[in-house]
């Protein structure tokens, strides 16, 4: 059994900065790779970014050079630094783990709204 959970969303102003932060925590093998979708209503859930064990990373292009992803492997936690806040990034942001076997775990998710 794996939990994330997740936390720092809220209302920000556009131009504003958010930090997500994920916990995860139960059976987690070493190699894994940690990420961030979001879903806006009516839309399909799309990945924000995403970054393995070794630190390599992965960004959608709407968010490159706004977001940073990062982690701490010894607390188990992904971090999403998100400035230059837009209203289109206004959505539900999950925190995401796939680890060996096909596990993929989700957390609860967290709202995110940019306006002014």
């Known amino acids: 059994q794996v939990q994330l959970v997740e936390s720092g969303g809220g209302l920000v102003q556009p131009g504003g900065s958010l930090r997500l932060s994920c916990a995860a925590s139960?059976?987690?093998?070493?190699?894994?790779?940690m990420g961030w979708y979001r879903q806006a209503p009516g839309k399909e859930r799309e990945l924000v970014a995403a970054i393995t064990n070794g630190d390599s990373t992965n960004y959608a292009n709407s968010v490159k050079g706004r977001f940073t992803i990062s982690r701490d492997n010894a607390k188990n936690t992904v971090y999403l630094q998100m400035n230059s806040l837009k209203p289109e990034d206004t959505a539900v942001y999950y925190c995401n783990l796939k680890q060996p076997y096909g596990v993929n775990s989700w957390g609860q998710g967290t709202q995110v709204t940019v306006s002014s």
């Open positions: 139960g059976s987690i093998f070493s190699s894994n790779v």
